[in-house]
């Protein structure tokens, strides 16, 4: 047991003064969640803290606060992470969730922004005619893909603190654009092209994000919103030949032909290559999540993206034949993000593996000297 | 005054199902729902749904595993009913977009679980249950012009008129603390089960048993409440449950000596025997001093004999749950699990269209008792339960208000709760808090009420149960504000948990014999010539609960020993 100091934000609509903070202390194991300890004062001090909860396991989606200022569930929060990123006083905050209205104390009006903005990408799946008897039959792989947003529990938490919804409220943001690669992944769906359509020629859609990771970061569950919606650009411009509003397109591409080029990312080749103002270092691991499955086992071998950028090299054969490999396939494999941020053990496709293991010599710059030596 | 065709109480999977299988008649629709939809416990579902989908399966063999592992006490009409019509409500389901997993050639995959005699359950990864209710809340968004969402309401009554029919309930707006009465011509209760009066229990917060409580007291009878599952993997730490799918892929169960143990009890179905008979070995095991952990009370679930891969993918939920809930990776480690509360078969009793005995009140899904679980429900016959009766219901309740006009509804319910809040928040602070009578409700639920029970322990809990009754009367309140005042709605909720809990405990007490869940050590056996009946429990118009019984409906399954 230890007792940890919880400072919450209070907020009562019906007596016309203005938020404050309100100081509790409780008794819980370091282990425990925020939500425990916002329980225990509750329970045991002041019944009128508002707080939605119901599940404690970070599956209901009901819980979304913001714990020292960064956008999460409170159920899966632990209280020695919460008091780790506490501020010198030692004492944790909790505050309602940003971009949407409050309500009472920690509880906001989700129905006024979040779920309007789910309702917009018409959230429903389109199945293709005819309809068959028994199940659509569709590959293994494409129902563990959509899987991923599917795992989406509505918390509001990436909606929270997107940086793009605070310039443009009208942004359509990373929950419901997570939610259409849903539809957009799904081969049963019909309106792949009509919805891509839709999200990219409305200005407050797909294009309208600005890659500042905050959604990513914030999610429980693993969704990436940012990298669903840079697969719906993807799929918008090279399916489609959607026009992309903002180059993110060209941005992107940029990056393949640089890796194509250089074996690994040469910085000063990508800036003219894309274009400038958007770019930024913290858009790699972006790229390490957004390229085909071969690229990631081949830079998940020990390089770093620091060392990616720092130590540019010509593109060695195993690079070359990656993109042969890649580009000469039928079809386009999106990376799994699913299942892939852990599948350490997973076996390696033979003939992938085979070809990382002839690039991996020379793309790998073990201690720095060689690249710049390169 | 709202007035519906068709007004549906609670929007997890029973409600909503429901809500879509009503208006698809032409009926108008009105679902609530005390917290947003999506978040409704049916969301915390992971292992998947049965049905007899492979070519080879038959639904005869799912309706005999069923019976089965419900003890004989289910009833073989309606469990016909949902085997028979699981495969077409799949397929419904994935029609509608469910992403259920697949096998190599783009099928839908099956996996194994508790009691069946061969793969039958249907799933995505370990988040079937939020797959499955996210997708119809997909379809109710998609159908918002034909029902009627009222999201974050809180219903505190059924109302009955002099007839003696349910037209209607009131309900109140949790935002803005409004009442409001709602008329209809059919009344469906689909707002779940009563985890809650267990402490702990793998159940949410809001499953505090309001529809059953609101059904007792508006004289509809419960059938088969004694009979209440102990989930045999709830993690020791803190109560969650580990997902049936974790055994159903090759998980074992390991007590002090590292033995399996399960040998002894169910040598052949092993770890996938009927949860009663797992969660039974467990305990005996405990009991016997081969238990694990820091005070023996716990049992080793060894997945690490599972291949990691398989692991991640289709067990993903549960690896985050031992990592940010226990500190334990379970791919490479055994996890500390012990017997847990999980499952209340009892509940308002229907017939096979979800009608109660009280006219114009329907109930679907954990709330009623159909009764298709009987003694012990089968893992992912729950999901399937919710939706085949919930949907049955939809349709039944829609039929029946086209036949009728709307009845007229009364604001006197309405002030009767009104008062009632009122008074609530009126109360002096010299009584106990809410939460302490809540705490010991469920501890002593939890003693006397669980995989063991006998007639001294049950005695204890019932006079217990009396007590707190009366303390909640005086249970005060803090807030007293209007918008959003959940600590009002908790002081409600309690009486609906004393009512459940009461009614749990009678049950226990009269059923003298061993059955499915049920274990009396003082009737350790299963006793057919006397017991083979549902008990059933109403208040009868009085304050006391009475008992009587029903026959169980027996069509081509006989009663037998029941081995694994
Ligand atoms: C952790 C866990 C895992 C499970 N896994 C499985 C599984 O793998 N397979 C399986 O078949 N079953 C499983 N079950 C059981 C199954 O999930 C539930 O029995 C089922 O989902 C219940 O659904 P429901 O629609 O009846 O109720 P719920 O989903 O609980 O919905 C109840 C609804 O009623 C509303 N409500 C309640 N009271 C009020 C009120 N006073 N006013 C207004 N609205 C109200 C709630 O807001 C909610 O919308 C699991 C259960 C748990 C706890
Ligand atoms: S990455 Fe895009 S969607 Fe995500 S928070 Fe930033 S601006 Fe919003
Ligand atoms: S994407 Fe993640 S953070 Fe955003 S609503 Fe869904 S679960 Fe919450
Ligand atoms: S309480 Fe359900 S997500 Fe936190």
Redesign the pocket.
């Given at each position: 047991m230890a007792e940890f100091k919880l400072k919450i934000r209070r907020y009562d609509p019906q007596s016309g003064a203005a938020p404050y903070w309100d100081e509790h202390t409780v008794e819980l194991e370091p282990h425990r969640s925020v939500l425990e300890g916002i329980l225990q004062a509750r329970n045991e001090k002041d019944g009128s803290i508002g707080v939605r909860c119901s599940c404690r396991?970070a599956i209901c989606g009901s819980c979304g606060v913001r714990v020292n200022g960064k956008p999460g569930l409170a159920c899966h929060t632990h209280l020695d992470d919460a008091l780790a990123s506490a501020g010198e006083d030692g004492v944790i905050e909790v505050e309602p969730m940003g971009n949407m209205p409050i309500i009472k104390d920690l509880i906001v009006d989700m129905d006024a922004v979040h779920w309007k903005k789910i309702q917009r990408v018409t959230p429903w799946l389109i199945g293709k005619e005819p309809v068959p008897e028994r199940e659509y039959i569709v590959s293994r792989e494409s129902m563990i893909d959509v899987t991923q947003s599917m795992a989406c529990i509505q918390c509001g938490a990436c909606v929270s603190d997107c940086l793009s919804m605070e310039v443009d409220p009208l942004f359509i943001g990373p929950a419901a654009l997570a939610k259409t690669y849903r539809f957009v992944g799904d081969p049963r769906d019909a309106a792949h092209e009509q919805r891509l359509k839709d999200l990219g020629e409305d200005k407050h859609g797909i294009y309208d994000c600005t890659h500042c990771f905050k959604c990513i970061e914030a999610c429980p569950k693993g969704v990436a919103p940012m990298n669903q919606i840079m697969r719906l650009r993807r799929i918008a411009g090279n399916d489609f030949h959607i026009k992309d509003r903002n180059n993110g397109e060209r941005h992107e591409m940029a990056f393949v032909k640089n890796i194509e080029k250089n074996g690994i990312l040469h910085e000063a080749d990508l800036l003219p290559d894309s274009y400038g103002g958007k770019f930024h270092p913290r858009a790699v691991p972006e790229l390490i999540s957004s390229l085909p499955i071969v690229m990631t086992a081949l830079l998940r071998r020990k390089m770093t993206p620091a060392k990616a950028l720092l130590h540019p090299h010509r593109a060695p054969d195993g690079v070359k034949k990656i993109y042969e490999i890649v580009e000469g396939r039928d079809e386009r494999n999106e990376f799994n993000l699913y299942i892939s941020g852990t599948d350490a053990d997973n076996e390696p496709n033979p003939e992938v593996a085979a070809a990382a293991e002839v690039a991996e010599p020379a793309a790998v710059a073990p201690d720095g000297s060689e690249g710049s030596s390169a | 005054m709202p007035a519906h065709d068709v007004l549906i109480?609670?929007?997890?999977?029973?409600?909503?199902r429901a809500a879509l299988a009503a208006a698809k008649t032409g009926a108008t629709v009105a679902i609530?729902?005390?917290?947003h939809?999506v978040?409704?416990?049916?969301?915390?579902?992971?292992?998947?749904?049965?049905a007899a989908i492979n070519p080879v399966d038959d639904w005869r063999s799912h309706a005999y595993d069923t019976i089965k592992g419900s003890d004989f006490l289910g009833d073989q009409d309606a469990i016909e009913i949902m085997c028979r019509e699981a495969p077409a409500e799949v397929m419904w389901l994935e029609h509608a977009g469910v992403t259920f997993h697949r096998n190599e050639k783009g099928e839908m995959d099956l996996r194994a679980f508790g009691g069946a005699s061969m793969k039958r359950t249907a799933y995505v990864a370990d988040i079937?249950?939020q797959a499955l209710?996210h997708v119809l809340y997909e379809q109710l968004m998609k159908y918002h012009e034909v029902i009627d969402r009222f999201e974050e309401?809180?219903?505190?009554s059924l109302i009955v008129n002099d007839n003696g029919e349910c037209v209607g309930a009131v309900?109140r707006e949790i935002r803005s603390g409004r009442m409001e009465t709602f008329n209809a011509k059919s009344v469906i209760l689909?707002?779940?089960?009563a985890?809650q009066c267990f402490q702990p229990?793998?159940?949410?917060l809001?499953?505090?048993g309001?529809?059953i409580a609101?059904a007792y007291q508006a004289g509809a009878p419960l059938m088969d409440m004694e009979m209440i599952q102990y989930h045999p993997t709830t993690l020791a730490e803190n109560g969650?449950?580990i997902?049936?799918?974790a055994r159903g892929e090759g998980a074992h169960l390991l007590n002090s000596e590292g033995e399996r143990f399960m040998e002894k009890y169910a040598p052949n179905k092993m770890e996938l025997a009927s949860r009663d008979v797992v969660s039974r070995a467990e305990q005996t095991e405990i009991l016997e001093g081969r238990g694990v952990g820091p005070d023996k009370q716990g049992i080793y679930l060894d997945i690490t004999v599972v291949p990691r891969k398989r692991t991640l993918e289709a067990l993903r939920e549960i690896v985050n749950i031992g990592k940010d809930f226990a500190g334990v990776d379970i791919t490479r480690e055994p996890i500390i699990i012990q017997p847990g509360m999980?499952?209340i078969m009892g509940g308002v009793k229907t017939d096979v269209n979800g009608a109660t005995p009280l006219p114009g009140l329907y109930a679907?899904?954990?709330?009623?008792c159909v009764s298709v679980h009987g003694g012990n429900r089968l893992?992912?016959?729950?999901?399937?339960?919710?939706l085949i009766f919930?949907r049955r219901s939809g349709e039944h309740a829609a039929a029946r208000a086209l036949d009728m006009k709307m009845p007229n509804a009364s604001d006197e319910q309405l002030n009767k709760d009104s008062a009632m809040i009122a008074e609530i928040l009126g109360r002096p602070k010299t009584g106990r808090r809410v939460s302490e009578i809540k705490l010991e409700l469920g501890e002593t639920m939890n003693r006397y009420a669980a995989v063991y029970r006998d007639e001294a322990g049950l005695q204890s809990a019932h006079e217990i149960v009396r007590r707190l009754k009366e303390e909640a009367k005086t249970a005060y309140v803090d807030d007293k504000g209007a918008v959003f005042n959940q600590d009002v709605l908790g002081a409600i909720?309690l009486d609906?948990m004393l009512d459940c809990s009461e009614t749990i405990v009678m049950a226990s007490l009269e059923r003298k014999e061993s059955r499915g869940a049920q274990f009396r050590t003082d009737y350790p056996d299963r006793n057919d010539a006397e017991w083979l009946k549902h008990i059933d429990v109403s208040r009868n118009g009085g304050d006391t609960p009475t008992i009587s019984y029903s026959e169980v409906t027996i069509t081509d399954w006989q009663p037998e020993a029941r081995t694994y």
């Amino acid at each position: 047991m230890a007792e940890f100091k919880l400072k919450i934000r209070r907020y009562d609509p019906q007596s016309g003064a203005a938020p404050y903070w309100d100081e509790h202390t409780v008794e819980l194991e370091p282990h425990r969640s925020v939500l425990e300890g916002i329980l225990q004062a509750r329970n045991e001090k002041d019944g009128s803290i508002g707080v939605r909860c119901s599940c404690r396991a970070a599956i209901c989606g009901s819980c979304g606060v913001r714990v020292n200022g960064k956008p999460g569930l409170a159920c899966h929060t632990h209280l020695d992470d919460a008091l780790a990123s506490a501020g010198e006083d030692g004492v944790i905050e909790v505050e309602p969730m940003g971009n949407m209205p409050i309500i009472k104390d920690l509880i906001v009006d989700m129905d006024a922004v979040h779920w309007k903005k789910i309702q917009r990408v018409t959230p429903w799946l389109i199945g293709k005619e005819p309809v068959p008897e028994r199940e659509y039959i569709v590959s293994r792989e494409s129902m563990i893909d959509v899987t991923q947003s599917m795992a989406c529990i509505q918390c509001g938490a990436c909606v929270s603190d997107c940086l793009s919804m605070e310039v443009d409220p009208l942004f359509i943001g990373p929950a419901a654009l997570a939610k259409t690669y849903r539809f957009v992944g799904d081969p049963r769906d019909a309106a792949h092209e009509q919805r891509l359509k839709d999200l990219g020629e409305d200005k407050h859609g797909i294009y309208d994000c600005t890659h500042c990771f905050k959604c990513i970061e914030a999610c429980p569950k693993g969704v990436a919103p940012m990298n669903q919606i840079m697969r719906l650009r993807r799929i918008a411009g090279n399916d489609f030949h959607i026009k992309d509003r903002n180059n993110g397109e060209r941005h992107e591409m940029a990056f393949v032909k640089n890796i194509e080029k250089n074996g690994i990312l040469h910085e000063a080749d990508l800036l003219p290559d894309s274009y400038g103002g958007k770019f930024h270092p913290r858009a790699v691991p972006e790229l390490i999540s957004s390229l085909p499955i071969v690229m990631t086992a081949l830079l998940r071998r020990k390089m770093t993206p620091a060392k990616a950028l720092l130590h540019p090299h010509r593109a060695p054969d195993g690079v070359k034949k990656i993109y042969e490999i890649v580009e000469g396939r039928d079809e386009r494999n999106e990376f799994n993000l699913y299942i892939s941020g852990t599948d350490a053990d997973n076996e390696p496709n033979p003939e992938v593996a085979a070809a990382a293991e002839v690039a991996e010599p020379a793309a790998v710059a073990p201690d720095g000297s060689e690249g710049s030596s390169a | 005054m709202p007035a519906h065709d068709v007004l549906i109480i609670g929007a997890g999977l029973a409600g909503q199902r429901a809500a879509l299988a009503a208006a698809k008649t032409g009926a108008t629709v009105a679902i609530l729902s005390k917290v947003h939809p999506v978040r409704s416990h049916s969301v915390a579902a992971a292992g998947g749904i049965n049905a007899a989908i492979n070519p080879v399966d038959d639904w005869r063999s799912h309706a005999y595993d069923t019976i089965k592992g419900s003890d004989f006490l289910g009833d073989q009409d309606a469990i016909e009913i949902m085997c028979r019509e699981a495969p077409a409500e799949v397929m419904w389901l994935e029609h509608a977009g469910v992403t259920f997993h697949r096998n190599e050639k783009g099928e839908m995959d099956l996996r194994a679980f508790g009691g069946a005699s061969m793969k039958r359950t249907a799933y995505v990864a370990d988040i079937t249950g939020q797959a499955l209710l996210h997708v119809l809340y997909e379809q109710l968004m998609k159908y918002h012009e034909v029902i009627d969402r009222f999201e974050e309401w809180f219903v505190t009554s059924l109302i009955v008129n002099d007839n003696g029919e349910c037209v209607g309930a009131v309900a109140r707006e949790i935002r803005s603390g409004r009442m409001e009465t709602f008329n209809a011509k059919s009344v469906i209760l689909a707002s779940g089960g009563a985890g809650q009066c267990f402490q702990p229990t793998t159940n949410a917060l809001i499953c505090t048993g309001d529809g059953i409580a609101q059904a007792y007291q508006a004289g509809a009878p419960l059938m088969d409440m004694e009979m209440i599952q102990y989930h045999p993997t709830t993690l020791a730490e803190n109560g969650f449950l580990i997902t049936e799918g974790a055994r159903g892929e090759g998980a074992h169960l390991l007590n002090s000596e590292g033995e399996r143990f399960m040998e002894k009890y169910a040598p052949n179905k092993m770890e996938l025997a009927s949860r009663d008979v797992v969660s039974r070995a467990e305990q005996t095991e405990i009991l016997e001093g081969r238990g694990v952990g820091p005070d023996k009370q716990g049992i080793y679930l060894d997945i690490t004999v599972v291949p990691r891969k398989r692991t991640l993918e289709a067990l993903r939920e549960i690896v985050n749950i031992g990592k940010d809930f226990a500190g334990v990776d379970i791919t490479r480690e055994p996890i500390i699990i012990q017997p847990g509360m999980h499952y209340i078969m009892g509940g308002v009793k229907t017939d096979v269209n979800g009608a109660t005995p009280l006219p114009g009140l329907y109930a679907a899904g954990e709330v009623a008792c159909v009764s298709v679980h009987g003694g012990n429900r089968l893992g992912a016959n729950s999901l399937l339960d919710t939706l085949i009766f919930g949907r049955r219901s939809g349709e039944h309740a829609a039929a029946r208000a086209l036949d009728m006009k709307m009845p007229n509804a009364s604001d006197e319910q309405l002030n009767k709760d009104s008062a009632m809040i009122a008074e609530i928040l009126g109360r002096p602070k010299t009584g106990r808090r809410v939460s302490e009578i809540k705490l010991e409700l469920g501890e002593t639920m939890n003693r006397y009420a669980a995989v063991y029970r006998d007639e001294a322990g049950l005695q204890s809990a019932h006079e217990i149960v009396r007590r707190l009754k009366e303390e909640a009367k005086t249970a005060y309140v803090d807030d007293k504000g209007a918008v959003f005042n959940q600590d009002v709605l908790g002081a409600i909720e309690l009486d609906y948990m004393l009512d459940c809990s009461e009614t749990i405990v009678m049950a226990s007490l009269e059923r003298k014999e061993s059955r499915g869940a049920q274990f009396r050590t003082d009737y350790p056996d299963r006793n057919d010539a006397e017991w083979l009946k549902h008990i059933d429990v109403s208040r009868n118009g009085g304050d006391t609960p009475t008992i009587s019984y029903s026959e169980v409906t027996i069509t081509d399954w006989q009663p037998e020993a029941r081995t694994y």
